[in-house]
Nanobody, 122 residues
Framework: QVQLAESGGGLVQPGGSLGLSCVAS????????MGWFRQAPGKEREFVAS????????LCADSVKDRFTISRDNAKNTAFLQMNSLKPNDTAVYYC???????????????WGQGTQVTVSS
């Protein structure tokens, strides 16, 4: 069983920065692709970014690619999402997720954290 726990959410002013962390336990972290998703009130959950297992190849949504950076530290079983130049429409609950490197690209993620709230407001 894989457990994921996000932290680092909070309230930030427009233009500010925030860093999220996702600590994983119960599996061989390096063999799992890690993703970040978000869900704003009244909207569907959307993909933000992912970092692949083994080669750390990164995918990023167009809406955040010049502002957000995903990374991972396999020694610490942790994935990160650094968010800069935040906008009010970045307000959402942010979730981290994991799936094994052997899973097909289009397979949904298997494991999810509980989410952390990010609010961008003046």
């Amino acid at each position: 069983q894989v457990q994921l726990a996000e932290s680092g959410g909070g309230l930030v002013q427009p233009g500010g920065s925030l860093g999220l962390s996702c600590v994983a336990s119960g599996h061989t972290f390096y063999a799992y692709t890690m993703g970040w998703f978000r869900q704003a009130p009244g909207k569907e959950r959307e993909f933000v970014a992912s970092i692949r297992a083994l080669d750390s190849r990164i995918l990023c949504a167009d809406s955040v690619k010049d502002r957000f950076t995903i990374s991972r530290d396999n020694a610490k079983n942790t994935a990160f999402l650094q968010m800069n130049s935040l906008k009010p429409n970045d307000t959402a609950v942010y979730y981290c997720a994991a799936k094994h490197v052997s899973a097909p690209v289009d397979r949904p993620y298997d494991y999810w954290g509980q989410g952390t709230q990010v609010t961008v407001s003046s």
